[in-house]
């Protein structure tokens, strides 16, 4: 906030000519903004005026969303407000903290922007993609693939992601860099950086920070090695976002409901290239799982080690795993089948 003091005269004119301003620019939300106190001071017997001008809100002009999808795709602002976006064009919208972006259909692609502000999406199979001005971006859906460029927080630079996931996945602002998190382990993420080279970074982890040259580290510092598209095919990828084929909304067993649930709901299961290369092991619990019609979907076998996991689905295929324990990993109902 900026003080400026200036004797009485002068401080009446400057009123006079903002008051004349307001009424010529009807005082909207681009006329000039002045607040005006008047303090009597005693300082040789001169009267003084305090002219207090409010520093700018940061953002406050309009948005422009231009959609370059096939289909329309619904803008909700955060007063509730909705604007429907034809593919391919460009609309104005008054400036929000928060905007969703829903009805995205298959694939959909749209850029948000204004003279502080700039993220651009484009999503496969995602649910939502919801911008906020002061958080960072999040974007939810089921098995959705996407492609995301933001500017940072304190910073003119770009920085682009793509991957896949499932559940949410948000980038949040964090100074010049953006902070990745996700319920599930975020896998195989390709970074650009501005004017920069792609980097490929397998992130076996729920979170992890990208910075502006490109680089990728975990939430504790550790960096993150770039690798080949070779490198990460030889790695036998990242924890499976969704190993059971054959998922079904509510799940049955028989046996421990409670061992069931803990096992789908509270582990991911990956690094087949690493549990493959483990010997026979004897097994110590088998969970059968089924669906509502009764049908066997899957069976988990864990073996003596503890963390040597193998699945094996109703349409043939058969697995072994790493599981690493994550709590709330999954959100799959488990009952009983009586």
Do not use: W
């Not at 002219?51 to 329309?72: H, L, Q, R, W």
């Not at 619904?74 to 909705?82: C, H, K, L, M």
């Not at 992890?208 to 095919?233: N, Q, R």
């Not at 988990?300 to 990993?329: F, K």
């Amino acid at each position: 906030m900026k003080r400026i003091f200036v004797p009485a005269v002068v401080a009446v004119l400057c009123i006079c000519g903002v008051c004349v301003y307001a009424v010529e620019t009807g005082y909207g939300r681009d006329a000039v903004k002045a607040e005006t106190i008047e303090k009597a001071t005693e300082r040789e017997g001169d009267d003084e005026y305090t002219i207090v001008i409010p520093e700018s809100d940061i953002g406050e002009d309009d948005f422009t969303i231009t959609s370059s999808g096939k289909e329309p795709i619904t803008v909700t602002a955060a007063d509730g407000s909705e604007s429907s976006i034809e593919g391919g064009t460009e609309k104005s919208i008054p400036f929000s903290k928060k905007v969703t972006f829903t009805n995205l259909g298959e694939e959909a692609s749209a850029e948000i922007k204004n003279s502080t502000y700039f993220c651009s999406f484009k999503v496969t199979n995602a649910e939502s993609v919801v911008a906020n001005v002061s958080n960072g971006v999040t974007i939810n859906g089921d098995d959705y693939g996407y492609q995301l460029t933001m500017k940072t927080k304190n910073g003119s630079k770009k920085l682009s992601f793509t991957g896949s996931l499932t559940g949410a996945l948000n980038a949040e602002y964090s100074g010049n860099d953006i902070v990745l998190n996700s319920n599930l382990v975020l896998g195989k993420i390709v970074v650009t950086a501005e004017n920069g080279a792609a980097k490929n970074y397998l992130v076996n982890k729920t979170e992890c920070v990208i910075h502006t040259d490109g680089s990728a580290s975990l939430e504790d510092g550790t960096a993150l090695p770039a690798l080949s598209e070779e490198e990460i095919a030889n790695s036998g990828g990242t924890s499976v976002q969704n190993v059971f084929h054959t998922i079904s909304p509510a799940l049955f067993v028989s046996g421990s409901v409670s061992d069931a649930a803990k096992l789908i709901n509270d582990y991911v299961y990956g690094d087949e290239t690493r549990a493959s290369k483990l010997d026979e092991e004897t097994a110590v619990k088998s969970v059968k799982y089924y669906g509502e019609t009764g049908r066997l979907l899957f069976t988990i076998t864990v073996y003596a080690s503890g963390n040597h996991a193998r699945i094996a689905t109703a349409d043939g295929e058969t697995h072994d795993y790493i599981m690493e324990a994550q709590e709330g990993a999954h959100c799959y109902p488990i009952f009983s089948m009586g």
